[in-house]
T-cell receptor
Framework: DTGVSQNPRHKITKRGQNVTFRCDPISEHNRLYWYRQTLGQGPEFLTYFQNEAQLEKSRLLSDRFSAERPKGSFSTLEIQRTEQGDSAMYLC???????????FGPGTRLTVL | KQEVTQIPAALSVPEGENLVLNCSFTDSAIYNLQWFRQDPGKGLTSLLLIQSSQREQTSGRLNASLDKSSGRSTLYIAASQPGDSATYLCACLTQGGSEKLVFGKGTKLTVNP
């Protein structure tokens, strides 16, 4: 039984570079969520997919952020022209549509220098 | 707009003590409430899920209660152990069409041997 996996676990980049993160949900889960967490805060919702459809986006998801979930399996989150304020832990979660219990991955820690 | 508050922000107890963590939410129209554990630099581990129709859930030494009318939930930890040291987060899934979890900032628990 594999849980939610995320890659890479850590990413250090320079300001202005583009970065992409990957999330592989639990296999039978059709819902996938992205959250962002900064130090000392709870996670904040970014976006959510049901199968391949992106159904909800937060105002936090500026036009520099884009997320995809082709074929309703894994998902990618891309940040273009990174800024220092993008430094955070990016968390992915998945759930079944019928049971709204969200299971989280280990996260990707992004540091923008 | 749902807001979740957790008090206290930090708690230090001696090993063996029973303890209660508090979570309050402003909008009582919730689908469910989840309690999570987060170790430093790690992702979130789901501990308990309480559906809106339930009053409590138990798992081992953990018991979570829900009082929707007062907008409160508590997480009771019996016979605390040093391995319980972590940050505990509660999160609500609110009715109204959004699938996002709204998190509190967490309570950092330290159990001293």
């Amino acid at each position: 039984d594999t849980g939610v996996s995320q890659n890479p676990r850590h990413k250090i980049t320079k300001r202005g570079q583009n970065v992409t993160f990957r999330c592989d949900p639990i296999s039978e889960h059709n819902r996938l969520y992205w959250y962002r967490q900064t130090l000392g805060q709870g996670p904040e919702f970014l976006t959510y997919f049901q199968n391949e459809a992106q159904l909800e986006k937060s105002r936090l998801l500026s036009d520099r952020f884009s997320a995809e979930r082709p074929k309703g399996s894994f998902s990618t989150l891309e940040i273009q022209r990174t800024e220092q304020g993008d430094s955070a832990m990016y968390l992915c979660a998945s759930s079944k549509q019928t049971v709204n219990e969200q299971f989280f991955g280990p996260g990707t820690r992004l540091t923008v220098l | 707009k749902q807001e979740v508050t957790q008090i206290p922000a930090a708690l230090s107890v001696p090993e063996g003590e029973n303890l209660v963590l508090n979570c309050s939410f402003t909008d009582s129209a919730i689908y469910n409430l989840q309690w999570f554990r987060q170790d430093p630099g790690k992702g979130l581990t789901s501990l308990l899920l309480i559906q809106s129709s339930q009053r409590e859930q138990t798992s081992g030494r953990l018991n979570a209660s829900l009082d929707k009318s007062s907008g409160r939930s508590t997480l009771y930890i019996a016979a605390s152990q040093p391995g319980d040291s972590a940050t505990y987060l509660c999160a609500c899934l609110t009715q109204g069409g959004s699938e996002k979890l709204v998190f509190g900032k967490g309570t950092k628990l330290t159990v001293n041997p």
